[in-house]
């Protein structure tokens, strides 16, 4: 069996075409299916397009949360009640075709994957953020210490044994993507090209975008700490060279340097990097207080299920 799941947030000019590809697709594999889709606390009538799908097709499903959780969260959501033996996991604005679920079965059958995943071979979107993709995945790449590929997203099948594996790790911090390389497993990636968004607004803005990979880099990644014990190397090495400097222009040239400026120069760096060492340590105290606190990561309102 395959589960879909497909997180949904004010999508209501796609769900019908979304549904209907979706649909087609599974129907071509001709193995039994469901389609889990997540209303994120949309403010539009895509629960309402939702709820009509269902009245036609049962294999239509439906999680209704309390309020937007946010796009991670409404995937955890959704993979959380998936029954199926091969889960996809697909975004609701058919920039991921769902064309491509019938080459990540063979792959995973045939192949004896346990994690399928799609890699952007060209991204529809504009220069700045495709730049922005590009550095994140390979700074990334190189600060975790696990293989993670680049250019892909959360478009992927994975089977049962890794989903269970993916559900164990209960984190307040979702980056699912980064978890999903993480449990390890046999793993392989399928090129495509990614399409402009069918039709609505980008629910993915630069914010949003640098959130997660914000979630990403410390919760997989010691790269923040790091920074802070290189910033620490830098500015002493910059320190004995200028103490060097110092010397030398008192014995051999017209003196020490005078002046307010240098003053305030050193101070201005040395605050700098001690108050971006603070916020650093401060993100991870906040990110153990949140684990601690165990609150919810999505809350259910209703659900529509046989």
Known sequence: MISVVIPIFNEEPIVNTLLHRVVTSLEALSQPFEIICVDDGSKDESLARLKAAREKDRRVKIISLSRNFGHQQAFLAGIS???GDYIVMMDGDLQDPPELIGKFLQASSEGGYDVVYGIRKKRKEGFFKRLAYWFFYRIFRASVSFDIPLDTGDFSMITRKALNEILSSHEQSLFLRGTRSWVGFRQTGIEYERDKRYAGEVKYTFRKLAKLAYNGIFSFSDLPVKFIFFSGVVLLVLSFVYLLYLVVSYFFLSGVPQ?????????????????????????????IYDESRRRPLFIVKDMLFD
């Open 81 to 83: 009640h998936a029954k």
């Open 259 to 287: 002046g307010f400026s240098t003053l305030v120069t050193v101070i201005i760096v040395f605050s700098s990097v001690q108050l971006i060492s603070l916020g650093v340590i401060g993100e991870y105290l906040l990110r």
